[in-house]
């Protein structure tokens, strides 16, 4: 018999998804994305400008930075005023890795989008809603540049997956992923091919049926979270 979570979810449900789009008036693109209570600012902005490495290629670049507000857990946050430290770096990391996978950056020109991703309000899985979001946000701002083509090959989304008390379950909200003996973030294009798998044995090594199941949830998950993507983005 299948066992439902603390929170009425069956093991294969992720929380309720919406996005909010424009939510920042002078953001070239921007969304506020609910993923239960977790609540994520995804802000997308546009130079005219690359990096030194780029210049002169005809090639744009995409980037992510993210950050969680003092407030947004129980324990205040302090701010990083000295640089983003290691968890911060690896996560914005991760963003712009995801968003630079379903980019074509040579048709964005000589360009630079940074997609800032802010936590308001933390309750597991941040890092995913940010790449969620982000994706959101990033498309609409690449439509302001009224290229011929869309740079955007298509979207792409990331979910959670764990083993909590010896169930594989999609999408953990914090008290889950504090229990939860295997954790794992999985990130996948809206074509269903895999950008990244970050998986930990939390409390003890895991078999691979279990690591097949979780990818199972996984891709099922990110597949329904695109289904949302795509209806706020009236595709």
Not at 110 to 118: A, L, N, S
Request: glycine residues 10%; negative net charge; hydrophobic residues 40%.
């Amino acid at each position: 018999m299948t066992r439902m979570r603390h929170d009425g979810r069956m093991p294969d449900k992720h929380r309720p998804l919406s996005f909010e789009r424009g939510y920042q008036r002078a953001a070239a693109g921007s969304a506020l994305v609910t993923l239960g209570r977790t609540r994520v600012l995804c802000a997308a902005s546009i130079e005219e400008e690359v990096p030194p490495w780029l210049r002169g290629q005809g090639s744009g670049w995409v980037t992510g930075e993210y950050g969680m507000l003092p407030a947004s857990s129980r324990e205040r946050i302090r701010r990083e005023r000295k640089g983003a430290g290691g968890r911060t770096m690896e996560i914005q990391r991760l963003i712009g890795r995801s968003l630079r996978a379903v980019t074509r950056l040579e048709l964005i020109g000589e360009r630079t989008v940074t997609v800032d991703c802010d936590v308001i309000d933390a309750d597991g899985g941040t890092r995913t809603a940010s790449i969620t979001g982000a994706a959101v946000a990033l498309y609409d701002a690449l439509a302001t540049l009224k290229l011929k083509e869309h740079p955007m090959t298509g979207l792409v989304s990331a979910i959670s997956v764990g083993v909590v008390d010896g169930t594989p379950v999609l999408d953990l909200d914090y008290r889950e992923d504090s229990a939860a003996s295997v954790d794992m973030n999985v990130v996948m294009d809206e074509w269903g091919h895999f950008v990244e798998v970050q998986g930990t044995g939390e409390e003890h090594t895991f078999r691979r049926e279990e690591l097949d199941a979780m990818l199972d949830l996984a891709v099922a998950g990110c597949a329904a979270v695109t289904a949302r993507q795509r209806e706020a983005l009236g595709l």
